[in-house]
């Protein structure tokens, strides 16, 4: 699939079949995400694949809008690793823009996925912490819900010349 092909058709998907992710697809993915842009090239970020049926189920528990990982066989938490941030803040775009790389190689690898945010709401977050053990450095960002797709969902067109200013508003 083309770059622009793939931007311009991922969508949310949350309906998966039953299907497993291979290791060697898995492993696209991570070095897709940490292929990212990241501020000063800190590349702060930390991935935590979650494959075990039991804690997939339990996310929901603590989000409220993750249900769909409930029919999943993957997700990914990205998470910022406050150690590793020279400049304040930007963890928060590094792995946002890791977290786009992860949705598009999964989408042009023929898979569907969801992103889950959960920072900055801090319920969320402290109850992902506590599930996953995460050290309180580490911060998760979101979860991404990956599976291969149940569901087809069309394109959807975006763009809106009105929101586009040109040199001032």
């Not at 049926?53 to 809008?65: E, V």
């Not at 309180?136 to 979860?143: A, G, K, N």
């Amino acid at each position: 699939m083309e770059a622009i092909d793939a931007i311009l058709s991922r969508r949310s998907i949350r309906k998966y079949t039953a299907d497993q992710i291979p290791e060697n697809v898995l492993d696209v993915l991570l070095k897709a995400a940490m292929s990212a842009p990241s501020a000063s090239n800190e590349q702060p970020w930390h991935f935590v694949v979650i494959d075990k049926r039991s804690i997939l189920d339990d996310i929901p528990n603590i989000h409220p809008y993750s249900r769909m990982l409930m029919g999943a066989p993957l997700a990914i938490a990205v998470c910022g690793d406050l150690l590793l941030e020279k400049g304040s803040g930007y963890w928060i775009q590094d792995c946002s823009a890791a977290t786009e790389n992860l949705l598009l190689a999964a989408h042009a690898l023929g898979l569907g996925a969801v992103w889950l945010g959960v920072y900055p709401r801090e319920d969320r977050v402290s109850g992902i912490r506590k599930l996953l053990a995460l050290p309180e450095h580490i911060v998760p960002l979101c979860i991404v819900s990956i599976g291969y797709p149940a569901e087809i969902k069309p394109r959807s067109n975006r763009y809106d010349p009105e929101r586009v200013h040109r040199n001032k508003w």
